[in-house]
T-cell receptor
Framework: AQSVTQLDSQVPVFEEAPVELRCNYS??????LFWYVQYPNQGLQLLLK??????LVKGINGFEAEFNKSQTSFHLRKPSVHISDTAEYFC????????????FGSGTRLSIRP | GAVVSQHPSRVICKSGTSVKIECRSL??????MFWYRQFPKQSLMLMAT?????????EQGVEKDKFLINHASLTLSTLTVTSAHPEDSSFYIC??????????FGQGTRLTVV
């Protein structure tokens, strides 16, 4: 079975500061990894995904993440955050199968201070 | 990215009545659709996975007779909350997947049972 751990439930940062949201996963087989963002009272929007190939993945809104197989991590980073980045961020994992569930972490609330 | 439309976005119903929520993939055929429930400030809890033309697979603890899922076509899945009670009030989110990579999410439905 797969699992996802998001170590920080809340991350407060100042505007224009860098941020890293941590994600670790557990799986005995190869997985796909995802980061989704959720704004209040809305569904989830895909930020980026790792399927294979380059371990550094760039997504929308200036976010990027690095897949580290040895540390089973997929941390999300942004060099300079904006007020509009305030949201809930979810890391997710799925195995390589069309019928596979997507398992979500508990989420990290990113709050940006002016 | 692909678009998933969920309707309605908000619904208020009386206790004991049934509510139907629709999830449509607008520009792709979804081989698999997922239904999630989200409590305030919590992660997404997978309720069931459905494949077109077959019965949904429910997660442990989810009542099949209470949460009826129909996946009639490759672009439409419905969740019916039968005999709703106040404890069923929640945010319900659907997602649709084509193949085995990322899933795309609907906007969510805020259900309030009074």
């Amino acid at each position: 079975a797969q699992s996802v751990t998001q170590l920080d439930s809340q991350v407060p940062v100042f505007e224009e500061a860098p941020v890293e949201l941590r994600c670790n996963y557990s799986s005995s087989v190869s997985v796909y990894l995802f980061w989704y963002v959720q704004y209040p009272n809305q569904g989830l929007q895909l930020l980026l995904k790792y399927l294979s190939g380059s371990t550094l993945v760039k997504g929308i809104n200036g976010f990027e993440a690095e897949f580290n197989k040895s540390q089973t991590s997929f941390h999300l980073r942004k060099p300079s955050v904006h007020i509009s980045d305030t949201a809930e961020y979810f890391c997710a994992v799925s195995v390589h199968s069309s019928a596979s569930k997507i398992i979500f972490g508990s989420g990290t609330r990113l709050s940006i201070r002016p | 990215g692909a678009v998933v439309s969920q309707h309605p976005s908000r619904v208020i119903c009386k206790s004991g009545t049934s509510v139907k929520i629709e999830c449509r993939s607008l520009d792709f055929q979804a081989t698999t659709m997922f239904w999630y429930r989200q409590f305030p400030k919590q992660s997404l809890m997978l309720m069931a996975t459905s494949n077109e033309g077959s019965k949904a697979t429910y997660e442990q603890g989810v009542e099949k007779d209470k949460f009826l899922i129909n996946h009639a076509s490759l672009t439409l899945s419905t969740l019916t909350v039968t005999s709703a009670h106040p404890e069923d009030s929640s945010f319900y989110i659907c997602s649709a997947r084509q193949g085995s990579t990322e899933a795309f999410f609907g906007q969510g439905t805020r259900l309030t049972v009074v």
